[in-house]
């Protein structure tokens, strides 16, 4: 293999047919597992990184980089980045491209089990073409632990994107819009077609920007449990799906001799107080509601279940 430059890449990153002959000639492979998608097109590759604003010396997290295409762009406008990749040809790539910049930093290894692992500093930025097989994986796993960024700008399945900026009643509506939600305002960019990316996808994606919320408080406790339960059985009404959120909680809690008798009754107990303080009907279903009332039934079940 010829030493490679940034300067030559900026061709092959491009175009289809250059990238399939660097990719053949390197032994190289696109491996579906990993989800991977060159995005192609440089006016699209433009606007996502414009979309970002970026400020010179700012730390922000590259997911996938793949071949490096967008790591340039990042670097270009003066980021200070920590790459995450998981494919040990690209990163063969990637550190003979980038490894000279003091402002790359390469993480080797699956991004879901390294970014736990990774330096946390402030006032991170997170940017990438997220893999489609762990983008709504990867995004909530970093919200339930906690680790939030000013701004994210990414680029995900349509489908993806269609859940995170979905409203209350709607089909697209889950627990991972709600969990999204209750820390970013979510915008979409701009949708993306298959022949902006090699190999073309069977389908469209959508880049989209996350700005936090600066919350005043910490979500509840049950927050993030409550509404994976509520959504697990989407069809019952809420009252039976609090039921069975409430039970598993106060069981662990109860230790007399007739503990289930006595779970299922402060359950039920439980459950009537919290709808009748929110002013809910119990046949409702949990789709109807917003973020704002899952944050509020949270908070209202952390205090009747730890009275009780």
Not at 44 to 59: C, M, T
Not at 81 to 86: D, L, Y
Not at 161 to 184: E, F, H, M, N
Request: net charge positive; aromatic share 8%; with cysteine.
């Amino acid at each position: 293999m010829h030493p490679l430059t940034l300067e030559s890449f900026k061709s092959i990153y491009n175009s289809p047919s250059q990238l399939r002959l660097f990719l053949e000639e390197n032994s190289l492979g696109m491996r579906k597992k990993f989800g991977q998608n060159f995005l192609i097109n440089p006016n699209i590759r433009e606007r996502l990184l414009d979309a970002l604003e970026i400020k010179p010396f700012e730390r922000v997290w590259e997911i996938g980089p793949g071949l490096g295409a967008m790591t340039l762009g990042l670097l270009e406008r003066g980021a200070d980045v920590t790459a995450f990749e998981i494919d040990k040809g690209f990163i063969k790539i990637l550190k003979e491209l980038f490894n000279g910049n003091t402002n790359f930093n390469l993480i080797e290894g699956d991004v879901l089990k390294t970014w736990p692992k990774t330096l946390q500093e402030n006032d991170l930025s997170l940017f990438g073409n997220l893999p489609y097989n762990i983008a709504a994986v990867l995004i909530a796993d970093m919200i339930e632990k906690k680790r939030f960024f000013n701004k994210m700008v990414i680029t995900v399945q349509l489908e993806t994107a269609q859940r995170l900026l979905a409203k209350p009643g709607t089909k697209d509506y889950s627990s991972l819009t709600v969990l999204c939600s209750s820390v970013y305002n979510i915008k979409p960019l701009m949708n993306i077609k298959g022949g902006s990316f090699y190999p073309i996808p069977r389908v469209e994606s959508q880049g989209l920007r996350f700005d936090l919320i600066k919350l005043n408080k910490e979500l509840p406790k049950y927050f993030n449990s409550l509404t994976r339960v509520l959504f697990s059985a989407r069809r019952k009404t809420i009252k039976n799906n609090l039921l069975n959120f409430v039970y598993s909680v106060t069981i662990k809690n109860t230790k007399i001799e007739n503990s289930q008798s006595a779970a299922e009754q402060s359950a039920d107990s439980i459950v009537s107080k919290a709808l009748e303080t929110m002013n809910l009907s119990a046949n409702i279903r949990a789709e109807t509601l917003g973020t704002d009332d899952f944050i509020r039934l949270a908070e209202i079940l952390e205090e009747l279940i730890g009275n009780d």
